[in-house]
């Protein structure tokens, strides 16, 4: 991968409707000291995912997904989810994909390889689940870009 292009530690994956527990999630994970792509440019419902986005996903070590009922009817965030765990499935471990719950029950969570964290109940991220996240990051090396390509079907 190219050293001039920045690399992430987490890719964070959310509907454009959560988007100001987002923001914090966003400000409390930097607060760690975590290096955080957020998307924050509205693409067309069914396009297929920009260069720009593909490219921050593959230089990220880590996907977190602001879990809830809107990001399950976001074709974009469907797609995010599914390259972030196929890719860390052939990386040999899913804990690289982490949900924070908003708004639904962390058991209603799929898939379920997802690693689940939980917000507080005042539902705005703060230090110690940024804190939870960074310990999850730190626990990988490497990008999700660093797995093998799928191989073409037969």
């Known amino acids: 991968m190219d050293d001039e292009v920045p690399s992430y530690d987490v890719f964070l994956c959310y509907s454009w409707a959560d988007g100001e527990t987002a923001d914090a999630l966003h400000g409390a994970m930097t607060g760690v000291g975590l290096s955080v792509f957020q ?3 509205d693409g067309e419902a069914f396009a297929p995912l920009g260069d720009s986005i ?3 996903l593959r230089r990220s070590r880590t996907l977190v997904a602001l879990m809830s009922p809107r990001l399950r009817n976001s074709p974009h965030c469907r797609e995010e989810l599914h390259v972030a765990l196929s ?3 052939r990386l040999g471990d899913t804990s690289r994909v982490m949900a924070v719950v908003l708004d639904m029950s962390p058991d209603e ?9 939980r917000l507080p109940r005042t539902a705005i991220p ?3 689940l940024a ?3 960074a310990a999850a990051v730190n626990r990988h090396t490497g990008l ?3 797995a093998s390509p799928r191989p073409d079907p037969p």
Do not use: Y
């Not at 969570?109 to 964290?117: F, H, I, Q």
């Open 109 to 117: 969570v799929r898939p379920r390889e997802l690693t689940r964290l």
């Open 126 to 128: 703060g230090p110690d």
């Open 39 to 41: 998307d924050k440019v």
């Open 131 to 133: 804190a939870e996240i």
């Open 144 to 146: 999700l870009g660093d």
């Open 54 to 56: 593909t490219s921050a």
């Open 87 to 89: 890719a860390a499935a």
